[in-house]
């Protein structure tokens, strides 16, 4: 009797399995598995100690609504992008004294982020990781950062629109210094820190009107400079917000700037890694 009914059993599941393939998977397996299955399953590669994960392509809404945010949040702006590869966490002093044998980094810690960096000191990290992996990495664009940080949310942060200590460092819990990367909750795309511990530079110069005219396509910030070197009072993005500030500049839109040649306790970096598709 058990055999003919676990018979009948394996038919029916037969046949409804073929019917419906994604709801008997979720039958088989138990949402914990299912979860570690789609992790494991996430693009990851790892090169001189920093991983990256890949971002899908795709578009997105980036700024703020006219009844929220700054004036230079506006206006919100459908953005695509070609999919990139970007560091999960901030670039940590370990590997950042990979290549350089000192840094000047206010608080001191391996797996803290780097920061008292410009953008300067960025570009010779780049350079020397670049010919020591034989790879490419560079910052990330302007929009790559919000896109990332987003990770599909239109929300004020990626977790919701209140500020939540489970997901960063600011003013309000960061005890006034900077954390090792990774301690608190990641977004939808394995990032950690997008929001707050050190705010990150970007590699778009800055102006507070470029919303207004940026391109859809694979925005790179305005272009009526040259290059970095040859302008060292200009201005560069920096996104994210810090241990030092407070809830406002955490938000995923949220915009601000610094000279190229300046550097700070609060500011650091992550990479994007650039594969042909
Ligand atoms: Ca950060």
Excluded at 113 to 142: A, Q, S, W
Excluded at 181 to 206: F, S
Aim: proline residues 4%; glycine residues 6%; hydrophobic residues 30%.
């Amino acid at each position: 009797m058990i055999k003919k009914l676990f018979f009948s059993f394996s038919i029916i599941y037969f046949i409804f399995s073929i019917s419906y393939p994604k709801i008997t998977i979720n039958l088989l397996l138990s949402e914990e598995k299912l979860y570690a299955q789609i992790k494991n399953n996430i693009n990851i590669k790892e090169i001189g100690g920093i991983k990256f994960v890949k971002i899908p392509s795709g578009s997105f809404m980036m700024g703020s609504v006219e009844s929220e945010g700054e004036y230079d949040e506006h206006p919100l702006h459908k953005v695509t992008l070609d999919g990139f590869w970007i560091g999960i966490y901030e670039v940590t002093q370990k590997q950042y004294k990979e290549l350089f044998e000192t840094h000047s980094s206010c608080f001191e810690g391996d797996n803290l982020p780097v920061e008292e960096v410009n953008i300067k000191d960025i570009m010779e990290f780049c350079m020397k990781f670049n010919k020591k992996y034989k790879v490419k990495v560079r910052l990330p664009t302007e929009a790559e950062w919000e896109y990332a940080c987003r990770a599909g949310t239109i929300t004020k942060y990626y977790w919701g629109n209140e500020i939540n200590a489970d997901y960063c460092w600011y003013r309000g819990n960061s005890g006034n210094q900077t954390h090792p990367v990774g301690e608190k909750k990641p977004n939808a795309w394995g990032l950690h820190d997008t929001c707050g511990n050190v705010r990150e530079w970007c590699m778009d110069y800055y102006r507070e009107d470029y919303y207004k005219k940026s391109p859809e396509k694979n925005p790179e910030g305005p272009k009526y400079l040259q290059s970095y070197l040859e302008y060292p009072n200009a201005f560069c993005v920096q996104r994210g917000g810090s241990y030092h500030r407070d809830e406002w500049c955490l938000r995923s839109a949220a915009r601000t700037s610094a000279l190229l040649s300046e550097q700070s306790h609060n500011v650091g970096f992550r990479l994007v890694l650039e594969i042909p598709e």
